[in-house]
């Protein structure tokens, strides 16, 4: 119960997870910003004001990290990601405690161990805007935690239910279903009709977050629709939950494919039907652990449970993103500590037991290593995804960006016309294909474009700032004017305009 014990009494295996963390994650640290990284902290004017905060008074947490970074050490990299890095180490070390207490030190140092360089759930460590990931994760397992030790101790009852909070406040949709995790662990390796009552509290503050969503929900669709011109509706769910499932499992067992948009999930009949079979397999396992192996019934629940706010029919996430997957792989890597603790048990097998960890541990340190490189800044990152997606409109937008830089303006129009072929809505890459006609001079193709680009998105101001210049130059005032208004009508706070 003691923790300056517990720290004394496992201070070499901490410092051995910490080490790894180090190593795997090491040369992260100088990355730039990169995508919504730009719009969230470089491009947001009121990251260093502390009343900022105020507006945010559901999720405050990661609006304050970036305030301390940015007052700290401005508009650098480094602070920004060392936070993230700092979640993930302090979500290994309560993994590890964790598991010591509910199941062995062997166990807790096998899927810690293997949590904590893990390559996918890199992109929620590595990508500074992917830092809601540990950050809920964190509060989620502090919670859990103190939840546990507060059987012998009701002082931490209290600090469970102030950190459950904590993590609705870091993320107000991953924890929706982990209220069901406090029940299920009374059930596996507790008592829960002497205990039902403690769980109450984190059903009802899953209920209020609930509310606090449904408010959100307008809002997270304009978004999905302006920014990623993703079509409102519904999917099959029946399509969705074999194909999330087992492309996890895929990224969890043979983390080869890593890739900012998994875009590549239109499998042919055969293959869906023979993910379909191992999803359903998996779903059957956990209802005979049930019966058999209660432990493994609730790992396996808190993989489903962790993952189930992402599985939904409604078009308010992507079908897969390795970030979803930072909390849920916890439940899998703990099935997999299971097994491996049968298999040392045996004296004839201990010593390859402890091999095989040792090298998938190095295997998965090198892939998130060099994972990391990827991530390094904006080129190295589409060129990256770019290959891995061929089939998302996003990734080519990017790259036309990425050659537009690079003095390639050919290669930039073929990216820009590969994602409008893609998403024949998408305003962005006709404003991007339109900014690169312009600058090979050739302003009547750039003005189709860019009315092309404010058709299908009304509030890109740009172009019809870049409208308004095209006319100025040709000497048509009365349409600059009449733009520049349109202009400023979309972004009346832009003094430049």
Do not use: C
Request: glycine content about 6%; proline content about 5%.
């Amino acid at each position: 119960i003691s923790v300056k014990l517990f720290l004394k009494r496992n201070r070499l295996i901490l410092l051995l997870l910490l080490i790894l963390i180090v190593i795997t994650y090491g040369n992260s640290l100088n990355n730039a910003f990169l995508s919504d990284d730009l719009a969230e902290i470089v491009q947001n004017p009121n990251i260093g004001n502390f009343s900022n905060l105020a507006s945010h008074p559901f999720g405050f947490i990661r609006p304050l990290f970036y305030w301390l970074a940015f007052n700290i050490s401005g508009l650098n990299p480094f602070l920004f990601r060392l936070t993230n890095i700092l979640l993930h180490l302090g979500s290994v070390f309560l993994i590890f405690a964790l598991l010591n207490h509910l199941h062995s030190k062997k166990l807790a140092v096998f899927v810690a161990a293997i949590f904590a360089v893990h390559p996918a759930i890199g992109e929620a460590v590595v990508w500074i805007s992917g830092g809601s990931y540990p950050q809920y994760a964190f509060f989620f397992l502090l919670a859990f935690v103190s939840y546990i030790l507060s059987k012998n101790h009701k002082k931490y009852y209290f600090l469970a239910i102030f950190s459950f909070l904590l993590a609705f406040m870091s993320h107000p949709q991953m924890p929706l279903a982990l209220f069901l995790i406090f029940p299920l662990y009374e059930i596996a390796f507790g008592n829960l009709r002497k205990n039902w009552s403690k769980t109450i509290p984190f059903f009802l503050l899953s209920i209020m977050y609930v509310l606090v969503s449904l408010n959100g929900l307008p809002e997270r669709e304009t978004t999905l629709k302006s920014m990623h011109y993703q079509e409102g509706g519904t999917d099959n769910v029946f399509l969705i939950v074999p194909t999330a499932l087992s492309s996890y499992f895929e990224l969890i067992f043979f983390p080869k494919i890593l890739t900012l948009y998994h875009s590549e999930l239109n499998f042919g009949p055969l293959q869906f039907i023979l993910r379909s079979l191992l999803v359903l397999a998996f779903m059957g396992g956990v209802v005979l652990a049930f019966k058999k192996n209660k432990a493994a019934f609730f790992w396996a629940s808190f993989f489903l449970l962790a993952l189930a706010p992402t599985l939904t029919p409604f078009r308010l996430n992507w079908i897969v993103a390795e970030r979803y997957l930072y909390l849920p792989v916890l439940g899998i890597l703990v099935l997999l500590g299971l097994g491996f603790e049968k298999l040392t048990k045996f004296v004839k097998f201990r010593q390859a037991g402890y091999i095989m960890l040792a090298l998938v541990v190095i295997l998965l340190s090198a892939r998130g290593f060099i994972r990391n490189i990827d991530w390094k800044n904006e080129d190295n990152l589409w060129i990256a995804t770019g290959k891995t997606s061929p089939s998302s409109p996003n990734t080519h937008n990017n790259l036309g960006d990425v050659y537009g830089r690079r003095g390639d303006k050919q290669g930039a129009l073929r990216e820009f016309q590969r994602a409008i072929e893609l998403k024949p809505n998408y305003g962005d890459a006709y404003h991007n294909l339109a900014n690169t006609y312009l600058e090979l001079g050739q302003p009547d193709k750039a003005l189709e474009n860019y009315q092309n680009a404010i058709k299908f998105n009304p509030n890109l101001w740009q172009s019809y700032q870049n409208i308004a210049a095209i006319y100025f130059g040709q000497k048509n005032y009365v349409l600059s004017i009449e733009n520049m208004q349109k202009a400023i009508q979309v972004n009346p706070n832009n003094l430049n305009l």
